[in-house]
């Protein structure tokens, strides 16, 4: 195995670890930003955008867009979106119930769908963000809890006879992760204020979840494979930051660079920090705004790669995939279609990407879900109902999606890296309705 394959997914596992909620993972993407020498800007100001620069907003905490300007006249949009979030389970406010007068329980509830049988007997910790009171303001704070801290006990074999013949889990009573002896009651609360610094009294509500403490490893006979919590969709988020900002440092983008990854789209996009928000619109139009020029005009020339993982063909169930539109790990770059629009790619957006991608010898795949089977749907076409513009939907061939430890191949995060720095340095102009010119 190469390397730099290596190499790479060795530093996607590593931001994946540090990246626990979507909070966690904007404020790694942040960071990353910070050291190329991007300004944080906010939504609450008039932006003063000036050629050369390089910029982000966050909003919520759990989305984050990005652009560079070119020092060279540029009136239209190169776009990557992704997400933040992955399914997971959330405390509620009031989280911690006894069982029994022996055992102190966390009442959770189902954020996106997951896989439930394999959040059991594994380690698991709680992160997220805490708001605080402090001297009369009111901020967030993050917290991850460091150590295993609680754990889902499934029920013995001898106790449940059906768990291997399909047992149905039942969300309110299976699931309640197991978290303190009786005596220890109340303790939660203690632990997160000591984590983050502060007094009880001073925490004022919170955003927390499970997350899984499996490391991720890179495993296989030639190293070809690696696991890892949250694969979808940290391993977009992340290669597209990081085509993205390599293009950016190459300093010959021909069109605006945008980055964006959005919160929620596990749980159907639609908040405020969703991409079925004004979020995209919004910075966009300030953009616009700021440099001078008509956004309506510039998104009918602008491209958007909307990046979320599709499925590999399983290797013990074949039959569940398309005969023939079927992606596979290491294979290079999935496009990914529907009929019924739950992606947006169409031939035109298909045909750009493309011929982007064979340009830099990134090999691409077609998806497309089996047609008696109903599949997933993903941000493309719910961010083209605020900002219509050409757009196909990628993603990266993995295993066992929604799983709380998913699998993917080490060739492919970097295949996806080499193809969005192509897309950033590609332009690309509208000649008339339905022809476009690439350059």
């Not at 905490?61 to 020092?71: H, K, R, T």
């Not at 204020?193 to 030639?222: F, M, P, Q, V």
């Not at 074949?318 to 790990?329: A, F, K, M, R, T």
Request: aromatic fraction near 8%.
């Amino acid at each position: 195995m190469d390397q730099k394959n290596i190499n790479v997914t060795k530093e996607l596992i590593d931001f994946i670890e540090k990246s626990p909620t979507a909070f966690h993972a904007v404020d790694e993407i942040s960071k990353i930003l910070d050291d190329n020498g991007f300004e944080r800007l906010s939504e609450a100001q008039k932006w003063d955008i000036k050629k050369g620069g390089r910029y982000y907003v966050t909003r919520n905490l759990s989305s984050i867009i990005a652009f560079a300007v070119p020092n060279e006249n540029a009136e239209s949009f190169m776009i990557t979106a992704s997400h933040t979030d992955s399914p997971t389970y959330k405390l509620k406010a009031e989280s911690e119930t006894e069982a029994f007068g022996k055992y102190i329980k966390l009442n959770v509830e189902g954020y996106g769908g997951m896989i439930a049988s394999s959040w059991f007997d594994r380690p698991l910790s709680i992160a997220g963000r805490v708001v605080v009171s402090e001297d009369g303001i009111i901020k967030s704070k993050l917290v991850k809890i460091d150590r295993d801290l609680v754990l889902i006990p499934n029920v013995a074999i001898h106790q449940n006879r059906n768990i291997n013949t399909g047992y149905a889990y039942n969300a309110a009573v299976d699931l309640m992760p197991l978290f303190a002896s009786k005596e220890n009651k109340g303790s939660l609360k203690k632990i997160i204020a000591d984590e983050i610094g502060c007094s009880e009294e001073n925490i004022k509500y919170s955003d927390l979840y499970l997350y899984n403490r499996t490391h991720g490893t890179i495993w296989g006979a030639d190293n070809e494979f690696f696991s890892s919590p949250r694969i979808d969709n940290l391993q977009c988020a992340y290669t597209t930051l990081r085509g993205f900002v390599d293009a950016v440092e190459l300093g010959d983008c021909l069109m605006i660079p945008v980055y964006s990854s959005f919160d929620n789209e596990e749980t159907g996009s639609a908040t405020k920090q969703g991409a079925g928000s004004m979020f995209l619109s919004d910075t966009l139009e300030k953009i616009a705004v700021s440099l001078g020029f008509d956004l309506r005009c510039a998104l009918a020339s602008s491209f958007m790669v909307s990046a979320d993982n599709g499925h590999a063909k399983h290797p013990n169930h074949p039959e569940l995939s398309d005969s023939q539109n079927v992606p596979h790990i290491n294979e290079g770059v999935v496009i990914k279609a529907n009929a019924a629009q739950k992606y947006t790619t169409d031939a035109l957006s298909a045909a750009i990407f493309t011929e982007i991608c064979k340009k830099t010898e990134v090999p691409t795949q077609s998806f497309a879900n089996r047609s008696d089977m109903a599949g997933g749907s993903t941000l493309g076409s719910i961010s083209n109902t605020n900002v219509a513009l050409n757009t196909v939907d990628i993603g990266l061939a993995q295993l066992a999606m929604h799983s709380s430890y998913e699998t993917a191949g080490t060739k492919d995060s970097v295949y996806m890296i080499e193809a969005i720095k192509a897309f950033y340095n590609t332009k690309i102009t509208v000649v008339e309705d339905g022809t476009y010119k690439i350059s």
